[in-house]
């Protein structure tokens, strides 16, 4: 895909090179990485009016006993109070399935806005049909406060923001784009270690190819941001920062000259090699509804499903 037939990718690229060519509008970053479920999460704030975003936050669950806790959000909490910053948005990039959101959990000590892309309805009908969730499970987004939609602006304090529909890993994955730094979620991952799987219900491999080849045209200098890392051959170090550049010149599964057919048959026989994720009942089943734990029971207590031979 080039620049000339995706408009959207144009307006995020003039974004990004406004950002580069003024350091005011450019993000600042803090990462924070979980290595019980690999996950990163992002504190982005603007330097200048100290508003920030919560991208992708991280509940703990240990899956034996059902007990959360909050070992992973609180030092988000932490830097958020010590840097005096407000929070004007939580964003999840795509509703997870192998960690729990916290966003409620922020939210509630913090405040800001829950956003997500707006195909989280057809995630919702898909899972709220997988756990046989009942009619009180609403399946319209309504459990966010703003669902985005593709080439959406928002403004980060004075800093662009901008939504972009990057499917494939899930029907709702969006990357969302503040300054001169891409947040991507579950598509590319390190160039040493390829792109996300693309075998969930509603997963695509070509769809999720486009999508690559979507976040490559934006500007060779583009900070892009994993979701995950799981090192790779030769890597001893978890990393979670790399370039458009890099990316297209070395990405093993998608850099540049790999063709969609190629790309197709390497990502679907990986991914029937793959194990489904450990917290992939849980971390569905409460990221669908928002992050929020499934309506208690008569007794108070709330209730994780486990679909017997269906996934
Ligand atoms: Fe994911």
């Not at 920030?52 to 240990?62: E, K, M």
């Not at 830097?79 to 999840?92: A, G, K, S």
């Amino acid at each position: 895909m080039t620049h000339t037939d995706d408009d959207v990718i144009e307006a995020a690229a003039g974004q990004v090179e406004r950002a580069l060519a003024d350091t005011a509008l450019q993000p600042e970053i803090k990462a924070f990485f979980d290595e019980e479920t690999n996950t990163v999460s992002y504190v982005v704030h603007d330097p200048d009016t100290r508003q920030c975003a919560i991208i992708d936050s991280v509940l703990d669950y240990d899956a034996a006993s059902g007990r959360t806790s909050h070992e992973s959000a609180d030092p988000i909490l932490d830097h958020i109070r010590q840097h005096d910053l407000t929070v004007e948005w939580l964003i999840e990039t795509h509703a997870h399935a192998d960690h729990l959101s916290a966003a409620p959990y922020l939210q509630e000590k913090l405040g800001g806005k829950l956003a997500i892309g707006r195909e989280i309805i057809e995630v919702q009908e898909v899972f709220g049909k997988l756990f046989n969730a009942g009619s009180d499970f609403e399946r319209d987004g309504s459990q966010f406060d703003h669902l985005f939609t593709d080439g959406e602006t928002f403004m980060l304090g004075r800093i662009e923001g901008m939504a972009l529909h990057v499917p494939g890993h899930t029907p709702a994955d969006y990357a969302i784009v503040i300054g001169n730094a891409a947040f991507i979620g579950d598509t590319l991952f390190m160039p040493d270690f390829g792109t996300a799987r693309a075998d969930f219900p509603g997963g695509d491999a070509r769809v999720l190819f486009r999508s690559t080849r979507r976040l490559l045209s934006l500007p060779a200098q583009t900070r892009l941001f994993m979701c995950h890392d799981y090192k790779a051959p030769g890597r001893d170090e978890y990393a979670w920062e790399s370039s458009v550049a890099e990316q297209r010149a070395g990405n093993v599964h998608v850099k540049e000259g790999t063709s969609e057919d190629e790309f197709v048959e390497m990502r679907t026989a990986r991914d029937r090699t793959l194990a489904m994720p450990k917290l992939i009942m849980p971390g569905v089943q409460v990221n669908m509804r928002g992050g929020h734990l499934p309506e208690p029971e008569e007794n108070g207590v709330s209730y994780i499903k486990i679909p017997v031979n269906t996934l």
